[in-house]
């Protein structure tokens, strides 16, 4: 919890530095949009709900963080937490893009990306835990007749993974992942795709709960309405600077605010 602190209060937008001898130092900007959304509603009043699994229903941000240190030391390249952690929530490739100097990046990809997964499938999967009230969470929405939809960007043996630790294959509608469409956050395509496979022909009638500003950017690319999640570690600020409408603690809150919404309507 003690890092968790740190990074919230860090934020974001901490510069990533590599710090290996035999490199430049690579400093990669990241702007996200601004841009509050502006579509009306509220959280309660959504016919569809699309649900970032790793994050908001699975437990995988540090986890996460500690595999790419891991990974990345081993092919010689030191980063700190932060430096990992500002780019959780772009796919594995995109990360590394974005992290490690563009022609080491091209040259060492493939391996570091072979390596990075089979040691978050072999190791890290096993341990990853649910959030707490992610069930009640789905089964509240889908008992009011809303349409639930899973976005990963896992793909294969980790979404699988993901599905069975889950559990809620009997609750929700579709699950797009890495499989489905390449591009992820903060490109809207998932986005596109889950509310294509749920017949939402309205993106305004749809609300994306997810953990990173990527997810917030995607959500206004596709024109739907986004709420944060500070499972993600990121700043409340930052997400809210990014387009999310709130930011909730966990799966609860949400729930919570969604009984709220109800009772105040």
Known sequence: MAVARRIRRRGWM?????????AEPRRPVVRHLAVRSRVGGSLAEARAYLLVVEGVLVDTVLPSVNCWLQTLAEFGFTFRTADVHRFQGLDAADLLDRLLPAGEAQ?????????YQM???????PTLRVMPGVRDLVADLVGRGA?????????GEELAGYRALLGLDDLVATVVSGDDVANGMPHPDRLAAALDRLGIRQPADALLVGPSPYDAEAAHLA???????????????DLMNAGCRDVFLDPKSVRLALATSEVAA
């Open 14 to 22: 901490n510069a990533a530095n590599k710090t290996a001898a035999d």
């Open 107 to 115: 040259e060492n990809k493939e391996f570091i990306l072979a390596k």
């Open 119 to 125: 040691r978050f499938v072999g190791e890290v999967l």
């Open 147 to 155: 349409k639930v939809a899973l976005v990963s960007a896992a793909r």
């Open 223 to 237: 024109k739907i309405r986004a709420v944060g999640m500070l499972s993600g570690l990121f700043a409340r600020a």
